[in-house]
């Protein structure tokens, strides 16, 4: 009675076996159903994994508090990382990252009119048909198309490569009519690779008049950094020597759009953050009148 070759490949624990030899176990293939049950525990690591090919990566489905975004694995054979924001997703890891950020003292955006940094944690009230600016907490108005997620705003367009602008104006009654413009910091959405910016930030007086232009240089870009968030002020992205200085400013205007990130993926308005806003010397005493010719007449 002699022996044939059943298969080809190689099962778990069996030794390989070339046909025709005289020694040796069978190469077998099994299948799921005669397997014992099991299961693949993934290793998620912080930094990507090693493949350099993004064509070879995979794709998982996720929904975040902005929509369904796809998020992108890495190569399948690798160790993976996956944007933990990612909620009910196709496929789900757990990845806890510890981030060390310099301590900043950051008031609550919804109130307060002493110098410092300010958070953007809102609320949002009543949108002013003719101005189409919304009440943003007790001293700022704001473009509509905005929302607050937790202590930061981002735009509600989804459009890929469309170019946004926020306005930030003064809210012009008793609490707030001018303030000193310092500077305003901004991040990417977190899991986003470098992506490309540019970006103009106007600013007004009470009068309207522009007392202040900067814009981005060629080839600027920000990054989400993985599971970590930088914050970007925009004293430093428009290259200016410190901190801005405008005094009596009502009106700020922010014009931005987001190019390729770094898998030639256009990105979205939504996908940059507002984090703060650095003022001082809130005013809401009276702007006294406007006389160009500095002469008072029946025109004035």
């Not at 046909?19 to 014992?36: N, W």
């Not at 930088?230 to 987001?258: C, K, P, R, W």
């Amino acid at each position: 009675m002699g022996t044939a070759p059943i298969g080809q490949g190689t099962g778990p624990g069996l030794t390989s076996r070339n046909i025709g030899a005289k020694v040796g176990t069978e190469t077998v293939t099994l299948l799921t159903s005669q397997m014992p049950a099991h299961s693949h525990t993934p290793v998620a690591i912080e930094n990507p994994g090693t493949s350099g090919d993004p064509s070879d990566r995979l794709w998982a489905e996720g929904v975040t508090g902005r929509g369904k975004v796809p998020e992108p694995l890495y190569h399948p054979n690798v160790n993976a990382d996956m944007n933990p924001q990612t909620i009910g997703g196709t496929v789900a890891l757990v990845i806890a990252s510890f981030v060390s950020t310099p301590a900043i003292n950051v008031k609550a955006g919804s109130t307060g009119t002493s110098d410092g940094v300010y958070d953007f944690s809102g609320p949002l009230g009543d949108i002013d048909s003719e101005t189409g600016l919304v009440e943003f907490g007790d001293k700022f108005l704001i473009k509509d198309g905005f929302e607050v997620d937790g202590t930061q705003l981002y735009s509600l367009n989804g459009e890929a490569g469309a170019t946004e602008t926020l306005i930030i104006k003064a809210e012009g009654g008793d609490i707030c009519k001018t303030f000193t413009f310092k500077d305003l910091g901004i991040s990417l959405y977190t899991g986003i690779s470098s992506t490309e910016i540019t970006l103009t930030l106007v600013i007004k007086n009470a009068y309207g008049e522009t007392i202040g232009t900067h814009t981005t240089s060629n080839g600027k870009k920000i990054a989400g950094d993985g599971s970590d968030k930088v914050v970007y002020q925009l004293s430093n992205l428009l290259d200016h020597d410190g901190q801005f200085n405008y005094n009596g400013v009502a009106s700020l205007e922010i014009t931005y759009q987001l190019g390729k990130d770094y898998y030639n993926t256009i990105r979205l308005p939504m996908d940059l953050n507002f984090e703060n806003i650095t003022i001082a010397n809130v005013s809401a005493d009276d702007i006294p009148p406007f006389i160009p010719d500095g002469v008072i007449n029946a025109t004035n």
